[in-house]
C-alpha cells in the first residue's frame, strides 16, 4: 500500500479570522479555539473515513473522495493522519475505543462481582443480564452501526491476521469473554472449564447479535419502524427470559 497518496503543504482547515495576529482576544484563547476546531475536524474525517471504507474496502476508497465529504482539503488528511494507513488506523482505533468506553464498566462491574465468592445466583444472573443489554444498545442504539459493521467486515476480509481486532480482543474482548464465562459457570454449578460452557455462551450473546445483521430486514420482519425505546426493552426481556431458562436447564 502506497503512502504517497497526498498532495503537499498540508494545510487542515482555512484560517479564519479567529487566527488574525490583530486581533485584541488573548493567544491563549485563540490557541484553544484552534485546538477544539482541529479536534472538530480530526473526528469529522474519520466519520467520514469509516463510512468510505466500509463501503469500498482500503484500496477502493479514495483519499480525495473522503476529504470532499469531510468538507476540508487533500493536505487536511495529511496533517491530522500522516498517511492514507494512518487514517484506516485511526478509524479502527476510533470504533475500537467506543466499544471498551461502552462496555469496560459492566465488565468491570461483573468482575468485582465475581471477586465475591459469596455472590448469590440471583446477583449473578442479573450481571449477565447486564452484559446482554449492554450488547443491545451498543449495537442497536448507534446511529453509525452501519457504518461500523461496514468497515469491520472489510478489515476481517482484508486481512486473516487483524491488528484492529487483535487491538479489540486485547483491550475489552478477552475481559468480556472471561467474565461471562465465568458467570454462567458459577450461576450453572459448572467448571469453567467445561468443553462445552464457552460455546454456550456465545449462543447465548447470538441471540441479540442477530439483530445487528441486516436491521432494516429485520425491521421489516418484525414490522417496526424503528428500535426504539420500547423494542430494545422487549428485546432484551426475552434474551433475558431464554437465557436463564438456558442456563436453568444447564445447571
Known amino acids: 500500500m502506497s503512502t504517497g497518496i497526498f498532495l503537499t503543504a498540508p ?7 479567529d487566527d488574525d495576529t490583530s486581533s485584541s482576544r488573548p493567544a491563549r484563547h485563540r ?4 485546538y477544539a476546531r482541529g479536534e472538530e475536524t480530526r473526528k469529522r474525517i474519520v466519520a467520514v473515513a469509516i463510512r468510505v471504507f466500509g463501503e469500498r474496502g482500503f484500496e477502493g476508497a479514495s483519499t480525495r473522495e473522503i476529504a470532499k465529504a469531510a468538507g476540508v482539503n487533500a493536505p487536511a488528511l495529511q496533517y491530522y493522519f500522516d498517511s492514507k494507513e494512518g487514517l484506516y488506523q485511526a478509524c479502527g482505533e476510533h470504533i475500537a475505543a467506543l466499544a471498551v468506553e461502552h462496555f469496560s464498566p459492566v465488565v468491570e462491574e461483573a468482575r468485582t462481582l465475581l471477586a465475591d465468592e459469596h455472590a448469590s445466583r440471583e446477583a449473578l444472573f442479573e450481571a449477565f443480564g447486564t452484559l446482554l443489554d449492554t450488547l443491545v444498545d451498543h449495537h442497536l442504539l448507534s446511529e453509525h452501526l452501519d457504518d461500523h459493521r461496514l468497515f469491520m467486515a472489510q478489515e476481517q476480509a482484508r486481512q486473516e491476521s487483524s491488528p484492529l481486532f487483535e487491538m479489540v480482543d486485547r ?5 468480556t469473554r472471561d467474565a461471562s464465562l465465568q458467570l454462567v459457570a458459577r450461576y450453572c454449578g459448572i467448571k469453567p472449564t467445561n468443553s462445552e460452557l464457552r460455546l454456550r455462551v456465545m449462543m447465548l450473546y447470538g441471540q441479540v447479535m ?3 445483521h441486516g436491521r432494516r430486514t429485520m425491521l421489516t420482519k418484525l414490522g417496526w ?4 425505546p420500547k423494542e430494545l426493552a422487549m428485546i432484551k426481556r426475552l434474551a433475558r427470559e431464554q437465557s436463564r431458562t438456558l442456563m436453568d436447564s444447564w445447571s
Open 31 to 34: 490557541a484553544g479555539a484552534s
Open 210 to 212: 442477530g439483530f445487528t
Open 225 to 228: 419502524e424503528r428500535f426504539g
Open 11 to 17: 494545510d487542515p482547515i482555512t484560517m479564519s479570522s
Open 171 to 175: 483491550k475489552l474482548g478477552a475481559r
